[in-house]
């Protein structure tokens, strides 16, 4: 079975194309500035080999058009027609409290993922463009939605629930769902196999740490908390993030800069975390490099960062009464080993203790990176959302294709 899992955003999709007989990413890429006619594809087939091209994609409708045309492209295409695409995973960001797991689309999940528009307005609205695409551009090809928030799902009322008047829960559905619950999961089940456990064996806690940060205590293969809440706005500190504020300082800024709520919200999103301490950039790699040339703000930016994951990896080793490792992930957790010495510092009380040539040595590759001495290991795993998106899929479709035959035998 090939699969094609989707992740649409606003203005850019991001694709793969799978093969599930060995898990083999035949074709990958993406089209970006969507919705201009200067949008840029670029698709990887074959050992690296790529292709980009320059076009006119107004829409998404245009734009899955173009990634199925490139698929089948008899130059750079790995499939000569499109019926060869048997299903289609999407990843979906919010899925509320209607989908603790992946579901296939019919017509009824479809209406409940128009329902968590509200709860995500940014992210929700493409993911249902990109549904009702493929439902036009490949008919009767069945669709699967896997959610960001699902495995959060597990989470217990003590984690999700904010000491808020309870009707705010209850009445407008206001809680903590978490996101990057695909990753979560992904490198908590790769942990339980490096481990030679099954998930419902391990207590783990791993640090997703992208553009955008979130850490998760997972105990028994069931994520019990998560620094994201309501929104990706809490929590760690991230790219352009604040992450945990006083949330009188709303208030405070509205009233003495007359600041409307729009533009807090736009202040605490896109103008703070890493970005707005350094006053230099959202990306890390650069905050580092002005960092070790003695730049002040940077090195502040870093240590606020270091030192807010660390409080967290505390609280949720505190939380699970201990764990059996810490995984680091995304581009900052797999890349920046300065980032991993600096929060594990002085976590020997807990039982952390890195290997500093291991450390430094496991950049953008899977590891151990905890010296021998550490009562709990350290792993590095590069994350792979579309092989769960994938899987899931398969899953799904599956057990679909064999119910639909029993019911005809
Ligand atoms: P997204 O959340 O958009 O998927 P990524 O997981 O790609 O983001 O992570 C982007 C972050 O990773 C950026 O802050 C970038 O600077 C950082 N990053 C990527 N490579 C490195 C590296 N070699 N060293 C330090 N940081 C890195």
């Known amino acids: 079975m090939k699969i094609l899992v989707l992740n649409c955003g606003s203005s850019s999709i991001k694709y793969q194309f799978i093969s599930m007989t060995n898990e083999k990413v035949l074709a990958k890429g993406q089209i970006e500035r969507i919705g201009t006619n200067q949008a840029v594809l670029t698709h990887y087939f074959e050992d690296g080999k790529s292709a980009k091209v320059v076009s006119d994609i107004p829409d998404h409708n245009k734009a899955i058009e173009v990634v199925i045309s490139t698929l089948t492209n008899t130059d750079y295409g790995v499939i000569s027609d499109k019926q060869e695409i048997k299903a289609v995973g999407h990843r979906v960001v919010h899925g509320g409290e209607k989908f603790a797991n992946s579901v296939l689309i019919t017509a009824a999940v479809k209406d409940k993922i128009h329902d968590c528009i509200e709860l995500a307005p940014l992210h929700n609205p493409h993911n249902f463009r990109g549904i009702k695409a493929c439902a036009e551009l490949l008919p009767g090809v069945p669709q699967v939605a ?45 942990a339980a196999k490096l481990l030679k456990k099954k998930p419902e064996q391990i207590k783990v806690i791993t640090c997703h740490l992208g553009n955008g940060c979130s850490i998760s205590a997972i105990e028994n293969g069931r994520s019990i908390d998560t620094s994201m809440g309501f929104t990706p706005l809490e929590g760690l500190v991230m790219g352009t993030r604040c992450g945990d504020i006083d949330p009188a300082i709303i208030f405070y800024i509205a009233s003495r800069q007359g600041l409307s709520l729009s533009e807090i919200d736009n202040l605490l999103n896109k103008h703070s975390g890493l970005e707005g301490i350094s006053g230099i950039s959202n990306d890390l790699r650069e905050i580092l490099k002005q960092m070790n040339a003695g730049n002040d703000r940077a090195k502040l930016a870093v240590d606020i960062f270091c030192y807010r994951l660390k409080k967290y990896i505390c609280a949720y080793f505190g939380v699970m009464n201990g764990v059996d490792a810490l995984i680091f992930t995304a581009g900052i957790g797999e890349n920046a080993d300065q980032i991993r010495e600096i929060t594990c510092a002085g976590l020997e009380c807990i039982g952390i203790k890195l290997d500093a040539a291991k450390n430094r040595n496991t950049i953008g590759t899977e590891g151990l990176i905890s010296a021998k001495s550490s009562k709990i290991d350290v792993f590095v795993i590069p994350t792979n959302e579309e092989i769960i998106i994938s899987r899931d899929t398969r899953k799904i479709v599956e057990a679909m294709n064999r119910t639909n035959r029993e019911i005809v035998e």
């Not at 959610?147 to 009322?157: G, K, S, V």
């Not at 808020?164 to 490198?187: A, C, L, M």
């Open 146 to 190: 896997v959610f960001d928030t699902a495995f959060h799902q597990t989470m217990p009322a003590t984690s999700y629930l904010y000491a808020i008047p309870y009707s705010e829960y209850q009445v407008h559905n206001v809680r903590r769902y978490g996101f990057h619950g695909t990753s979560h999961r992904y490198v908590s089940e790769r």
